[in-house]
């Protein structure tokens, strides 16, 4: 497409406007992590000060030699794990039925998995509560990490079935034509090709699970809390410690931030597909 | 619908596809719809957490209850405001970033990853940083609205029940715009370069290329859009959790907060059930088309 416009009229209608859309959703990001390494004299500064006049990383050493932030991290990253392995492992077969067997009831499982995913959280979330203290779950990493599995399976299964069926179905039966069994083909033929798509959903529930702060709540207590139940609790106990709060929070968010930006372009291609068919 | 299977003979019986799905469906079964089950009977009871013993069937009790509180019409006002701006302005705000980001210039694919941000962070950090940006005494947004002399004196915006609510609503804008840009994006960038080509020599103006071509083309993304975040905000609840726990007052309660707070802090587990169960049912419509539509996708 031409654009007939001078460089003032596109920077008055492309780059400022989005310069200010950019600033507005970096801004708060960019904002926590400018506090957590400020001094507490340079956060507690009226008018604000925007540019500290020392930078420090006392807040980092703060959190992780005084508070138990650190072996939230590795419960997190176990759960994150966790409910990445459960939810592949189990929607990879599910996929693969789902895209290459045609089978009486298709179509309302399918539905069903899709439906389940637009559940509100309430209605499953206290019976849950229920169901794993009388199993003995509550405080467990398998009982989060199953938690996890309510919104991880059917999220799975749909961004697998997706990827799955832009695969050529003549790459299977080429294959059942060498004499290759159901297992081989999908262990031979699918897996290899389905990778990055397999990748980037494993990423997005890690992601998820990383994020997921409701579930983690409810399940977990004393042995297993996660990062952002951890994170939660210390808005309540260091109320004021601004610095603090934020260097927790730069520690939650950078990682699951440079995941996200990796899978970023295929993550929306395969969400997407259904809605962006021409 | 008439699919390709419709007209061939019917599938023989095989087993091996519901091999595949045992797994899926055993997790499913366990950790959804058993659950669901549950709580559909424990709205029909008067099920209070530290009575495990004395739990009398009550019918609809539960529900007739609900249509008298006050508490439950307060929330759902709440929720079908809250609904209708955080979505609309997430819209707004996404399809405008989809426009920009649809030109060329060079620094498209940095701009385009930057916005994405937001969308990544958990619910715990918005309710944290915008907390902290809210901040009467150091806020930074009292400091630039001082600065550019938009108000007065520095305003407690999360206590008070008039800003708390929108303050809140800004919040959500943030962190869900991202998703309308890159969504809309994708769905711009299938528009073939020649429709506009055909519209320039016809002597179209930019508003009529985006009224007559543009949007129509992108309309069929846009509806999806919208009736999947529809569903995300009408459910989300917890940056209002973590951010005012519903307060001040009963100012930002909103029905599923409304539904897990009579759970999780009242230990009403029944009436929470009927709630939540409201809840579902008030957004039925909305999963019911969704789902209608997404559904056109399984017969390929």
């Known amino acids: ?278 | 619908m008439t699919t390709a299977s419709d007209t061939e003979p019917a599938p023989p019986l095989v087993l091996t596809p519901y091999l595949f799905l045992l797994p899926a469906m055993l997790v499913t079964l366990a950790v959804v719809l058993w659950p669901v089950a549950e709580t559909v009977w424990m709205s029909l009871h008067n099920f209070i957490l530290f009575k495990p013993r004395n739990v009398p069937f009550i019918g609809l009790g539960n529900f007739w209850r609900l249509l008298h509180d006050e508490v439950f019409w307060l929330s759902l006002g709440h929720s079908l405001v809250w609904i209708s701006l955080v979505v609309g302005l997430q819209f707004l705000l996404g399809l405008a970033t989809a426009l920009l980001l649809n030109q060329s210039f060079w620094w498209r694919s940095l701009a385009r990853s930057l916005v994405i941000i937001p969308w990544a962070l958990p619910s715990v950090i918005i309710g944290l940083t915008w907390t902290w940006m809210y901040d009467y005494n150091v806020g930074v947004l009292n400091d630039v609205f001082l600065r550019f002399g938009l108000i007065d004196k520095p305003v407690a915006w999360l206590a008070q029940p008039n800003s708390a609510f929108f303050s809140i609503v800004v919040a959500l804008i943030w962190q869900g715009f991202p998703f309308f840009a890159v969504t809309i994006l994708a769905g711009l960038q299938t528009i073939s370069a020649e429709l506009y080509e055909a519209a320039d020599i016809d002597g179209a103006t930019r508003f009529q290329r985006l009224r007559f071509i543009t949007l129509p083309a992108i309309a069929d993304v846009i509806a999806t859009a919208l009736l999947l975040r529809t569903i995300w905000v009408a459910n989300s609840l917890d940056v209002i959790l973590v951010m005012t726990g519903g307060g001040p007052g009963y100012s930002t309660y909103t029905l599923p907060l409304y539904a897990f707070l009579k759970a999780y802090s009242g230990m009403e587990f029944g009436y929470g059930s009927a709630l939540a169960i409201m809840l579902t049912l008030l957004l039925l419509l909305v999963v019911f088309i969704y789902v209608r539509r997404a559904a056109r996708e399984l017969d390929q």
Request: net charge positive; charged share 10%; with cysteine.
């Open chain 1, 1 to 278: 497409m031409m654009d007939r416009r001078s460089p003032l009229q596109r920077l008055f209608e492309l780059h400022l406007p989005l310069l200010v859309i950019v600033l507005f959703a970096l801004g708060p990001y960019v904002w926590m992590m400018m506090t957590s390494i400020k001094t507490n004299t340079d956060i507690g500064a009226w008018p604000v000060r925007y540019w500290p006049q020392a930078f420090t990383s006392e807040h980092y050493h703060a959190l992780l030699e005084r508070t138990s932030f650190g072996g939230n991290l590795v419960n997190s990253f176990i759960i994150a794990t966790g409910a990445c392995m459960l939810g592949l492992s189990v929607s990879l077969p599910a996929a693969y039925a789902f895209s290459r067997y045609r089978f009486r009831g298709r179509r309302l499982l399918m539905t069903q998995f899709l439906v389940i995913n637009m559940f509100p959280i309430v209605l499953i979330i206290i019976p849950l509560f229920v169901l794993m203290r009388n199993i003995g779950l509550l405080d467990t990493f398998i009982g989060i990490i199953l938690g996890h599995s309510t919104f991880a399976v059917p999220f799975s299964i749909w961004m697998l079935t997706s990827y799955m069926n832009a695969i050529p179905k003549d790459l299977d039966e080429a294959a059942r034509i060498d004499g290759a069994t159901t297992l081989e083909v999908l262990r031979l033929i699918i897996l290899p090709v389905i990778m990055p798509g397999l990748v980037t959903t494993g990423i997005y529930i890690f992601v998820t699970s990383w994020n997921e702060y409701l579930f983690a709540m409810m399940l977990s207590g004393q042995n297993v809390r996660t990062v952002t139940v951890a994170l939660q609790l210390f808005i309540g106990e260091f109320s004021v410690q601004w610095g603090l709060l934020t260097a927790a929070g730069t520690l939650i968010a950078l990682p699951v931030t440079l995941l996200f930006l990796l899978v970023q372009k295929r993550l929306v291609s395969g969400l997407t597909s259904g809605a962006v068919k021409s």
